[in-house]
């Protein structure tokens, strides 16, 4: 089993030196509360609660899995006990509005603490995790009546939230969904459909759950312009804010899953259930993807949780490990081996682990500082920048970090080599509750076609210049800086290539649109590193100050700057490969027919 500590050094590093959150939350109106000594006493109380109550029922959830009695799903054993602390501790309405109960702090704490309970028990972060973009979406789009009724509830935590979108005959192609919707003389709808893969559709953690769900009403538009959304919840309110009769949705059954045993994948079968309209009628798709983006980059956290997860297991069992000599001389002489970690290639997985974890770490960080920007910074232009850079950022986050949150907890794994492979060290856990990252919230194929089509060449990459503008603006303020060339021509040129590959693609695919398709994947991995390069350089600039200031903390300086220099020699090259690629083009993807692929 894994000894989880919270990452508190690291979150500070990120947050305090890289990204100066106290002077951005010093400056914008409605986060002055988030003093440096309150977020710190956050930190440490948030660090204690998942290193005490989450990790040890990591494992428990993952062998007991949930279960489903009659109609009611039961959760592992622990889990309904740590929600109800994580409640009455007030977590929950950490970032949510004081106007429903909320504590009113900035919402990158919430994506701060989306990492630190990812990180002890995926699973059990799940249940929490799509509350908020219920609260979100609901805040945004609902009605005052629903608000009155529902927000707080959602802001304290005693209900919880689901997003209910996928149906059995369609997942992506959200124009084909068949749940009905029904108008009510009183106003209300009766729902009518089934949905699946819903993640902590029923438990038994909260008082009652309230389900987001996409329908579609009898005289709606066909495709997804006929989409409406609809609040159901599971058990109707009473007028005292109690729960009342039971609305008439219920699990059908639970999810046979690779991982997250922990959490409950539902079949959810609605009969008639009572449900009020979100928004606008057929405007649906357009309020639901609110809770979606923000689940997005929930999800991108989660593939930073794997990551550190495995670099924690990993580096312990490799510091203690002893196996075989050492190629270039006895390490450890008062033992009949060395331990493993002075191995090179171990060193290798070790490494690229780490880079990656820590690098991730930067990118969702800052793409939660954006969330910042975006909701209070005074300046309507600066607004409008960090809607921009976030709508960039949110498919190179979710898509590129839970495709190297899988690859770390792979090598995490083989690090421990054969013991990795049983369930003891929790190393294969790991792996398996990693690999849905890359599928929900929109598969990483589809967040590759966003980044791409939507987000960058639908105006021309006019928002993609606006961060490369940022990335040579820093490249050029270096200038003259010896120690910094080794990170700054690199990251210049490839700043330089990211704005060729993206006309070249562009070029392409005005004569054919599968060009878009075939580069896009590619690309968006291409757009991943690029991006943690231009903070590995920052941080590299920290440490290098820090260590020329002579700080006290000389050995995590000193292991700042060598990270980023293995992540410039071993990882950035990737580019090279995925450059060739990306130019390439759609012909060796689409030349062979398909009925002779796979073909024997």
């Not at 066909?222 to 599971?234: C, D, Q």
């Not at 076609?449 to 928002?463: C, E, P, S, V, W």
């Not at 291409?526 to 920290?542: D, P, R």
């Amino acid at each position: 089993m894994i000894d989880f500590k919270a990452p508190l050094r690291e979150i500070r590093f990120v947050r305090n030196e890289l990204l100066d959150f106290p002077g951005l939350w010093a400056r914008l109106p409605g986060c002055e509360e988030a003093t440096p000594d309150m977020t710190d006493a956050i930190l440490e109380e948030l660090g204690k609660f998942c290193e005490n109550e989450l990790a040890p029922l990591n494992q428990i959830g993952d062998r007991q899995g949930c279960s489903l009695e009659g109609t009611e799903v039961k959760t592992p054993e622990g889990f309904k006990e740590a929600y109800q602390l994580f409640v009455e501790s007030g977590w929950p309405a950490l970032a949510t509005s004081p106007e429903y109960g909320g504590q009113g702090l900035p919402h990158s704490l919430g994506i701060l603490m989306n990492e630190m309970l990812g990180t002890a028990n995926w699973s059990w972060s799940m249940y929490p995790l799509l509350s908020h973009g219920a609260k979100v979406s609901l805040e945004t789009h609902g009605s005052e009546e629903l608000k009155a009724v529902y927000l707080t509830k959602l802001c304290e935590g005693t209900w919880t939230g689901t997003m209910c979108l996928t149906e059995p005959h369609c997942g992506t192609d959200l124009g084909l969904l068949r749940t009905k919707a029904e108008p009510q003389a009183d106003g209300s709808y009766k729902l009518t459909g089934t949905k699946i893969f819903i993640s902590s559709g029923d438990h038994d953690m909260a008082e009652n759950i309230i389900h987001l769900v996409i329908a579609r009403t009898p005289d709606a538009p066909e495709g997804t312009k006929g989409i409406s959304l609809f609040l159901v919840p599971k058990f109707m309110p009473n007028q005292d804010g109690s729960v009342g009769e039971r609305n008439p949705v219920t699990c059908g059954s639970l999810e046979e899953k690779m991982g997250i045993h922990g959490n409950a994948t539902c079949v959810l079968n609605f009969d008639g259930a009572t449900g009020y309209l979100v928004g606008e009628l057929n405007k649906g798709l357009n309020h639901m993807f609110t809770m979606m983006n923000s689940a997005r980059l929930g999800v991108a956290m989660q593939g930073l949780a794997h990551l550190e997860l495995g670099l924690q297991g990993a580096t312990a069992y490799a510091r203690e490990r002893l196996q075989s000599r050492s190629l270039s001389g006895v390490k450890n002489p008062a033992g009949n081996a060395d331990p493993i970690v002075v191995h090179p290639d171990v060193r290798r997985m070790l490494l690229t682990v780490k880079s990656l974890s820590e690098g991730t770490r930067m990118l969702g960080h800052y793409c939660a500082q954006l969330l910042d920007i975006q909701e209070h910074a005074p300046e309507e232009s600066e607004r409008e920048e960090a809607d921009q850079l976030l709508a960039l950022m949110t498919p190179i986050a979710k898509g590129f970090m839970t495709e190297v949150g899988f690859e770390g907890a792979n090598l995490a794994m083989q690090v421990f080599g054969g013991h990795g492979y049983i369930s003891e060290w929790g190393m294969e856990q790991n792996v398996r509750d990693a690999r849905i990252a890359m599928i929900y919230e929109g598969t990483n194929g589809i967040q590759a076609l966003d980044l791409l089509g939507r987000k960058i060449l639908k105006n021309q990459g006019q928002t993609l210049r606006i961060f490369t503008k940022k990335i040579h603006k820093y490249c050029e303020a270096q200038t003259g800086n010896d120690e910094m060339k080794q990170f700054i021509e690199p990251l210049a040129q490839l700043n330089k290539e990211w704005g060729d590959l993206t006309m070249h693609i562009g070029g392409r695919a005005m004569q054919n649109m599968d060009e878009l398709g075939g580069a896009s994947f590619d690309y968006l991995m291409y757009s991943g590193y690029v991006t943690l390069a231009f903070f590995w350089a920052q941080a590299a600039e920290v440490a290098s100050r820090a260590l020329a200031e002579g700080n006290a903390d000389a050995d995590f300086y000193k292991a700042k700057l060598q990270t980023a220099q293995f992540y410039f020699r071993r990882i950035l090259p990737r580019t090279l490969t995925l450059a060739a690629t990306i130019k390439d083009g759609v012909d060796s993807l689409m030349s062979i027919d398909a009925e002779l692929i796979g073909s024997r």
